[in-house]
């Protein structure tokens, strides 16, 4: 099995093991698809090969883990189609990575269980007032800064927000000091920033 | 994983991390496989996708609810009848989880193979 | 916060983008029965169509 990596331009080194294959102008990076039963493991697999593209090429376009193929024929097949889309998104991220933000933190629980509705609703309205502020005060600013951001719709406790920015390269460092500068407004909550990683979310396009 | 080149990516952070990280270690292990090919758990992922599914819409619904209260177009009766039927909807989501032997992490919507599409 | 939590947020960040996120081609969730694979699109259609509402309920 053919194991598909990323679609590449300018590529200057590539990894062991890989090879490009060309179809309808883009640049594909396929290799030998490689059995593991852990997944974890297979993800930083996965994942340390599509970092070393992204060092080393100036545009990169993650696919996801799993998209095997059962030859070269095969790769093309499914790939010429999408061709056009793949190749515009390709150039959106040209020069550009990723950078993670995470909100996580414990919600006060107003004591006691919720005994009515109107209980339940008012215990959930707290939650929910706090995700809202965060997008105003952390996610919007950052959002302007970025080239495009992507947030996740929900948060499953105690993850209260999750998103994605697209920025530049070169102004990961800027942008990750704003974040912690806009996180300080929430002491009891916690941020994480983490990155540069190739543009994993915005490989696919909005729908 | 010492010093792993590709996991060194922590840009900065705030608040109380070493609990952040207990939990992300243990969600690590909670990532859901690809819904399997035997027969025995064919079913389970089959309630998986379905459960998965009717928690998203339970979320999204509750989301408008809590938007029209919190803007205050909600009468209290509305907001009492909601907030009980939002409710009957959780426990019987729970009551339908531990039939099929499914935790919260077999549901998260940050992760799984439908976590892409949100 | 020692190097090893580190580890441990950056790890779970790495993992989702790569089981998650980046390009699909080959279908979203399969479910396979006897080496015959069932692919759904039509659930990816509705998770879409189910977050572009929400969206657009937000922008309102």
């Known amino acids: 099995m053919i194991r598909l990596y990323a679609f590449v331009d300018g590529l200057r080194r590539l990894p062991d093991g890989l090879r490009v294959i060309r179809v309808e102008g883009l640049d594909a990076v396929v290799g030998e698809a ?12 996965h994942g340390r090969i599509i970092e070393s593209l992204r060092e080393h090429a100036e545009a990169v376009l993650p696919v996801r883990l799993g998209e095997d193929f059962a030859d070269e024929a095969a790769v093309t097949a499914a790939v010429a189609p999408r061709a056009d889309g793949l190749s515009g998104r390709l150039e959106d991220v040209r020069g550009c990575v990723e950078i993670g933000v995470r909100v996580v ?54 993850l209260i927000l999750e998103a994605s920015y697209l920025v530049s390269a070169g102004s990961v460092e800027d942008f990750a000091d704003e974040a912690v500068e806009l996180a300080a407004a929430w002491p009891r909550l916690s941020v994480t920033c983490t990155g540069p990683w190739a543009p994993y979310s915005f490989a696919e396009g909005e729908d | 994983m010492r010093d792993d080149p590709v996991l060194t990516k922590l840009l900065g952070s705030t608040g109380d991390l070493d609990g952040v990280a207990r939990r992300a270690g243990g969600s690590v292990n909670a990532f859901p496989s690809r819904i399997g090919a035997d027969p025995e758990t064919v079913e389970r992922g089959l309630a998986q ?58 549901l998260n919507l940050q992760l799984g193979p439908l976590g892409s599409l949100l | 916060m020692t190097a090893l939590a580190a580890e441990d947020i950056t790890l779970v960040d790495l993992v989702d983008r790569v089981l998650n ?17 069932l692919v759904y699109v039509g659930l990816r259609v509705l998770l879409a169509s189910a977050g572009t509402l929400d969206r657009l309920e937000r922008e309102r």
């Open chain 2, 49 to 106: 996708l379905v459960l998965t599914l009717v928690e998203l819409l339970r979320q999204l619904m509750e989301r408008q609810a809590l938007r029209r209260m919190d803007e205050g177009v909600l009468t209290d009766d509305e907001i009492d009848r909601m907030g009980e039927t939002f409710m009957k909807l959780a426990e019987r989501m729970d009551e339908l989880k531990a039939e099929f032997g499914l935790e919260d992490e077999d």
């Open chain 1, 34 to 45: 490689l059995n593991c039963d852990d997944q974890v493991q297979a993800a930083l697999v």
């Open chain 1, 105 to 158: 933190g414990e919600v006060s629980s107003s004591g006691d269980e919720p005994r009515d509705g109107a209980g339940y609703m008012r215990k959930r309205l707290e939650p929910f007032r706090l995700r809202n502020a965060l997008e105003e005060s952390l996610h919007a600013p950052l959002e302007r800064r970025a080239k495009a951001a992507r947030v996740a719709p929900f948060g499953a406790a105690p």
């Open chain 3, 21 to 37: 996120k980046g390009v699909v081609l080959t279908g979203d969730v399969t479910l396979s029965v006897a080496d015959v694979d």
